[in-house]
């Protein structure tokens, strides 16, 4: 039974350009979530996608953006890249909604 | 508002017990997580706990929820090297899903 899987796994960009990162959910799972993490800090929530829909966001600007698909996987982009959107992006599935979020390995996103 | 506090380092002897704590400030949250996070990786759930419920033990973790203060506690009995990670506090927060992280507690364990 597969996990999370996230890709790629690692990525360099520079400034001023637009990356899209990939999420598939785990087997059974409905509902994907995008979490942010700084170097040395805590995941900070993005946004969260059920039934093709964005159904709640967190504090970011609307650079990022995202989409789920039929199939319940997801997409994040960010468009105008800034050197402090250097993170990794984790990507979290659960059923539902409400049942605990299981998280994928993450993309580790350096801007040049 | 939304705000989750941990220490940040924690050293313990192998063989001991580890206890890492946490507060929290929403009072509506109704699940808490511990996830662990090991270098270069994503982050794995340890357990969590019902905020009805002020203790869960699974194997070697205890979960101690103290609703009145808003403090939740992971115990790790006879903690091994494995065990070095650093491991997150995390609320449910609102309707949906959106879970609020602390900035981790880094364990190191040493013989």
């Known amino acids: 039974d597969a996990g999370v899987t996230q890709s790629p796994t690692h990525l360099i960009k520079t400034r001023g350009q637009q990356v899209t990162l990939r999420c598939s959910p785990k087997?059974?799972?409905?509902?994907v979530s995008w979490y942010q993490q700084a170097l040395g800090q805590g995941p900070q929530f993005i946004f969260q996608?059920?039934?093709?829909?964005?159904?709640q966001r967190g504090n970011f600007p609307d650079r990022f953006s995202g989409h789920q698909f039929p199939n319940y996987s997801s997409e994040l982009n960010v468009n105008a890249l800034l050197l402090g959107d250097s993170a990794l992006y984790l990507c979290?599935?659960?059923?539902?909604?409400?049942?605990?979020?299981?998280f994928g390995d993450g993309t580790r996103l350096s801007i040049l | 508002g939304e705000d989750v506090e941990q220490s940040l380092f924690l050293s313990v002897r192998e063989g001991d017990s580890s206890v890492i704590n946490c507060t929290y400030t929403?009072?509506?949250?109704?699940?808490l997580y511990w996830y662990k996070q090991e270098p270069g990786a994503g982050l794995q759930l340890l357990t969590y706990i019902f905020s009805n419920m002020d203790m869960k033990q699974d194997q070697r973790l205890t979960v101690l929820l103290n609703k009145k203060d808003k403090h939740l506690s992971l115990r790790i009995a006879d903690t091994q090297t494995g065990d070095s990670a650093i491991y997150f506090c995390a609320e449910k927060s609102g309707g949906y899903n959106k879970l609020i992280f602390g900035a981790g507690t880094r364990l190191a364990v040493h013989p």
């Open positions: 929403d009072s509506s949250s109704t699940y």
């Open positions: 996608y059920y039934e093709e829909e964005e159904r």
């Open positions: 979290a599935s659960s059923r539902r909604g409400d049942q605990p979020q299981h």
């Open positions: 087997s059974g799972h409905d509902t």
